[in-house]
């Protein structure tokens, strides 16, 4: 069991790059007040990835890729590699192919089965109601499919807010982009990296919000591998989002 300032210790031991602030200039000075903000992937991490919803959306994506007149044997490499370079897939469909992103989101992320695999999660819900901070969902999803998923595991209504992608701007950030997480800790109104916490399936996200000072928490899934240490690149590491409370204790109040 680890505090949190153990669990500082820890990370502030670790190999750690840091880069200057160049977003507004006002956004990381201390100012004594600030709220602690816990920031929640949602996307195989609020739920398990071994629900398949992930592969089910590389299916889509792909199919949707081939729609567009990708020829059938080169649109998985493509879309990786839209998925590597900007984060998204649909970035490279908007940037490199010209589409419509609500032609897309139809296809995609709302032909999703959701309804039929994500059930209320009762046990994410007495976590959540734990842990006595400000709760924020920061998601490279879109809105509709993020409070979605929210509603269906019946945690819509414990979220102080939510920071997504809006496909239809023209430019916007997403993670691992530094300015993403700017922008989530400018809606979350919080200023100071070290009161930042952050759960999220994607090494890539994780390396960049540590990149800022924030304190951040890898989910591998539930048959991925914990190590012995707990710690992995940085990050405090679990399976699965419930195991959440017994890795920081000390944010979560007791039963
Ligand atoms: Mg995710």
Not at 23 to 34: A, I, K, R, Y
Request: with cysteine.
């Amino acid at each position: 069991m680890m505090t949190v300032s153990e669990l500082r210790g820890i990370q502030a031991d670790l190999p750690l790059k840091t880069v200057a602030y160049d977003g507004t200039g006002e956004g990381l000075d201390p100012s004594p007040g600030d709220e602690k903000v816990f920031f929640f992937d949602i996307d195989n991490c609020l739920y398990d990835i071994e629900t398949g919803i992930s592969d089910m959306m590389t299916e889509r994506i792909a199919a949707y890729g081939e729609r567009i007149g990708i020829p059938k044997d080169k649109v998985a490499d493509l879309t990786l590699g839209y998925y590597k370079s900007y984060g998204l897939a649909v970035r490279g469909f908007i940037m490199h192919h010209d589409i419509d992103p609500n032609h897309y989101d139809l296809h995609v992320d709302q032909s999703l089965p959701l309804e039929t695999i994500l059930k209320p999660d009762l046990n994410i819900r007495k976590m959540l109601l734990r842990l006595n901070m400000k709760k924020w969902a920061f998601t490279n999803a879109n809105r509709p499919h993020a409070e979605k998923v929210l509603r269906l595991l019946g945690i819509h209504d414990l979220f102080d807010g939510l920071t997504y992608c809006d496909y239809s701007q023209p430019g916007f950030s997403c993670k691992p982009e530094l300015n993403a997480y700017y922008r989530a800790m400018g809606d979350a109104n919080v200023k100071r990296p070290e009161l930042c916490y952050f759960v999220d399936d994607s090494p890539k996200n994780l390396n960049a919000a540590r990149q800022l000072g924030w304190n951040t928490i890898h989910v591998v899934g539930s048959k991925g591998t914990v190590p012995e240490s707990f710690v992995n690149d940085s990050h405090l590491v679990i399976r699965t989002i419930d195991e959440l409370p017994s890795i920081i204790p000390s944010l979560f109040e007791k039963v």
